[in-house]
């Protein structure tokens, strides 16, 4: 056989090989056994960044991943917050790409008025360390309670916009997921805030949060989680809109992921593509056994999102799942 043959055949036979992994790799949740409340991942490039609220001593801990399925610490992404900021209560990060970097929005405790706010900071390289100059957050609704869970979206069209709790449920007060329109460099907000849907289903109980949006088929998914996050009745619902600010109407199928079997209260979702474009829902979830703190865990659990029609599908499981296609 000639080299160039050879090489040919050497070539298929791998592609082949490649292709039968991809096929018959499996995984179990959850893929990260560990407390990583309120997950956020972003993929930049061949591997992948996932970011929790503090935990393990760390700010905003950080881990790398190149499939999605294993996952080693990365350090600290935030490991100085800004002046107007106390610690121990650094909640819910959230990553995004913006112009010259990434942006990190996060909340935390607002020392003038000992609400929960939310701030914004950025760094060259998804890792971080993310650094927050600002001497105020970027949103504190103080009036309504706080501003929680921010997480940024952006269009096909490169317009990127801010969601975000607002607090009510810390005071009595109605909780409300709003948007506002971020500026160029994705750190400032421009144009006034939305509030885009309040708590109100029966399921939810007294709060909505974590909002994410997913563009599917021109129509604007508003996934969020809701009811009391340290109990197995915590679960994602989702709402519908022509347009990132909507206006959004609740699924009357809600909610979308609830506890089942050994996986309890699943929520703090986020959607991530796979090398295949396939949706993956990412959320945190306690174990059946072990429901709240300090017993239980929040660990890091992976569901494929499929659509039937318009509506999303997700089912949560620890059994073996054919694995995301690696980048």
Same mark, same amino acid.
Request: proline residues 9%; charged residues 15%.
């Given at each position: ?25 499996? $995984? ?5 056994? =560990? ?10 490039? &061949? ?9 393990? /001593?760390?700010? *905003? ?7 999605? *399925? ?7 992404? @935030?490991?100085? +917050?800004? &002046? ?21 929005? $996060?909340?935390?405790?607002?020392? /003038?008025?000992?609400? %929960?706010? #939310? ?28 501003? #929680?869970?921010? &997480? ?5 069209? !490169?317009? %990127? ?11 009595? @007060?109605?909780?409300?997921?709003? *948007?506002?329109?971020? !500026? ?11 509030? +885009? ?6 399921? /939810? !109980?007294?709060?909505? =949060?974590?909002? $994410? ?34 206006? $959004? ?19 703090? /979702? ?16 306690? &174990?059946?056994?072990? #429901? ?24 949560? !499981? ?10």
């Amino acid at each position: 056989m000639n080299a160039p043959l050879t090489r040919l055949v050497l070539t298929v036979a791998a592609s082949l090989l490649l292709m039968a992994a991809a096929v018959s790799r499996t $995984f179990s949740n959850p893929v990260l056994a =560990e407390d990583v409340p309120d997950p956020s991942i972003v993929r930049v490039g &061949s591997g992948y960044y996932a970011y929790s609220t503090n935990a393990a /001593e760390k700010t *905003v801990p950080v881990y790398r991943s190149s499939d999605l *399925v294993h996952w080693k610490a990365a350090g600290d992404a @935030l490991p100085a +917050l800004p &002046s107007w900021a106390s610690a121990g209560f650094t909640w819910a990060p959230d990553v995004m790409k913006v112009r010259g970097g990434y942006a990190l929005y $996060f909340t935390a405790r607002h020392t /003038e008025s000992g609400r %929960q706010c #939310i701030g914004v900071a950025f760094a060259a390289q998804p890792k971080g360390p993310f650094v927050s100059r600002s001497p105020k957050p970027l949103v504190c609704q103080v009036k309504l309670g706080g501003s #929680i869970d921010a &997480s940024g979206f952006t269009d096909q069209n !490169g317009k %990127q916009y801010l969601y975000w709790k607002s607090d009510g449920n810390c005071c009595a @007060l109605k909780t409300g997921l709003w *948007v506002q329109p971020l !500026g160029p460099d994705g750190l400032t907000l421009t144009g006034t805030p939305r509030d +885009l849907i309040d708590n109100g289903q029966p399921w /939810e !109980g007294n709060l909505i =949060e974590a909002p $994410f949006v997913y563009r599917h088929a021109d129509q604007y998914y508003l996934f969020y989680s809701a009811a009391a996050w340290d109990s197995a009745s915590y679960a994602v619902g989702y709402a519908v809109g022509p347009s990132p600010t909507g206006p $959004f109407r609740k699924s009357a199928a809600n909610p979308l992921l609830k506890t089942a079997g050994n996986v309890a209260g699943p929520g703090g /979702e986020g959607v991530i593509t796979d090398a295949r474009n396939q949706a993956w829902m990412y959320y945190h979830a306690w &174990s059946a056994s072990a #429901i709240g703190y300090p017993s239980g865990q929040r660990a890091l659990y992976l569901s494929r999102l499929e659509w039937k029609g318009a509506a999303p599908v997700v089912k949560p !499981g620890g059994t073996p799942q054919t694995a995301p296609v690696t980048p």
